[in-house]
């Protein structure tokens, strides 16, 4: 079974404080995503990473940045956290790209709280 | 405006009664088109994926179907069951690494 793990299913954070939310895949899996989920909403793309050191934006990045130094682990990082970064966090894995087919893998989510 | 539309947003059922739920997307072209299934508190599962030349998939009780001329697809589960409570997800894929997802439909299965 592919596993993806987040290493927190809850976080509270202050106002300004730099987070860090990672994510490991026990797959081998090329690529890996970070989503938001917030209710009324559909999952939207923030970052994806098709391989090690690399990185591409998604469609509400700004905030947000990333690190990929192992195939395995994919990090996101709230340089400065503010309320309006209260969500679900998920991440995902897939062996190759997702208009082939490949299925996506998520981990069960973080939930951050921006106080 | 989103390009990929779940309804209703909402439904509850009587355990061992069908429902469907629709999506309607205006994605296009598209590669793929998946459902995804969201128990609380967990991260999606894939219960089927569609190319365009597909009519039906169907993954044991979950039947999905999809006409690529309307840009309509529905998720048909057959004799619900409690544990088919969560909520799910209509999710779109362009010609590109890319994935457009609906805001999902909460299906609540009661005894």
């Known amino acids: 079974d592919v596993k993806v793990t987040q290493s927190s299913r809850y976080l509270v954070k202050r106002t300004g404080e730099k987070v860090f939310l990672e994510c490991v895949q026990d797959?081998?899996?090329?690529?890996m995503f970070w989503y938001r989920q917030d209710p009324g909403l559909g999952l939207r793309l923030i970052y994806f990473?098709?391989?090690?050191?690399?990185?591409e934006k998604g469609d509400i990045p700004e905030g947000y940045s990333v690190s990929r130094e192992k195939k395995e682990r994919f990090s996101l990082i709230l340089e400065s956290a503010s309320t309006n970064q209260t969500s679900m966090y998920l991440c995902?894995?897939?062996?190759?790209?997702?208009?082939?087919?490949?299925?996506?893998?998520f981990g069960a989510g973080t939930r951050l709280s921006v106080l | 405006k989103n390009q990929v539309e779940q309804s209703p947003q909402s439904l509850i059922i009587l355990e061992g009664k069908n429902c469907t739920l629709q999506?309607?997307?205006?994605?296009?072209?598209?590669?793929?088109l998946r459902w995804y299934k969201q128990d609380t508190g967990r991260g999606p599962v894939s219960l089927t994926i569609?190319?365009?030349?597909?009519n039906t998939k169907s993954n044991g009780r979950y039947t999905a179907t999809l006409d690529a001329d309307t840009k309509q697809s529905s998720l048909h589960i057959t004799a619900s069951q409690l544990s088919d409570s969560a909520s799910y997800i209509c999710?779109?894929?362009?010609?590109?690494?890319?994935?457009?997802f609906g805001a999902g439909t909460r299906l609540t299965v009661k005894p």
């Open positions: 995902a894995s897939s062996l190759g790209l997702v208009l082939a087919k490949n299925i996506q893998y």
């Open positions: 797959m081998d899996h090329e690529n």
């Open positions: 990473s098709y391989d090690v050191k690399m990185k």
């Open positions: 999506c309607n997307y205006t994605v296009s072209p598209f590669s793929n």
């Open positions: 569609m190319t365009f030349s597909e």
């Open positions: 999710v779109v894929s362009p010609y590109n690494n890319d994935m457009r």
